[in-house]
Nanobody, 116 residues
Framework: QVQLVESGGRLVQSGGSLRLSCAASGPIRDMTMGWYRQAPGKELDLVAF???????YYEDVVKGRFMISRDNGKNIVSLQMNSLKPEDTAVYYCRAERPFTGDISWGQGTQVTVSS
């Protein structure tokens, strides 16, 4: 497993932008990296992921506003969030999965708060 540390969450006004980063303690080249979020009183939801074979997925509610990227050389995955809305308020978690092994790691989360 790798250790994951998220950063970049803070309070931002509606319409603003934030960039979240997830730094891994080891190589992520062979891993599917994802961002999830959990709003107060709600379930954990997938936001986006980037697979080891180049696939990228976004949940419909963030398409066109969020962009996930990865730097395998630096073992970092980022989530650029634009046009933020109050409903984007949540704790955002980074997840790493090594395919076919069940090896999954989670970060501790970073709080994003969007004020109206």
């Amino acid at each position: 497993q790798v250790q994951l540390v998220e950063s970049g969450g803070r309070l931002v006004q509606s319409g603003g932008s934030l960039r979240l980063s997830c730094a891994a303690s080891g190589p992520i080249r062979d891993m599917t990296m994802g961002w999830y979020r959990q709003a107060p009183g709600k379930e954990l939801d997938l936001v986006a992921f980037t697979s080891n074979d180049g696939r990228i997925y976004y949940e419909d509610v963030v398409k066109g506003r969020f962009m996930i990227s990865r730097d395998n050389g630096k073992n970092i995955v980022s989530l650029q969030m634009n046009s933020l809305k109050p409903e984007d308020t949540a704790v955002y978690y980074c997840r790493a999965e090594r395919p076919f092994t069940g090896d999954i790691s989670w970060g501790q989360g970073t709080q994003v708060t969007v004020s109206s």
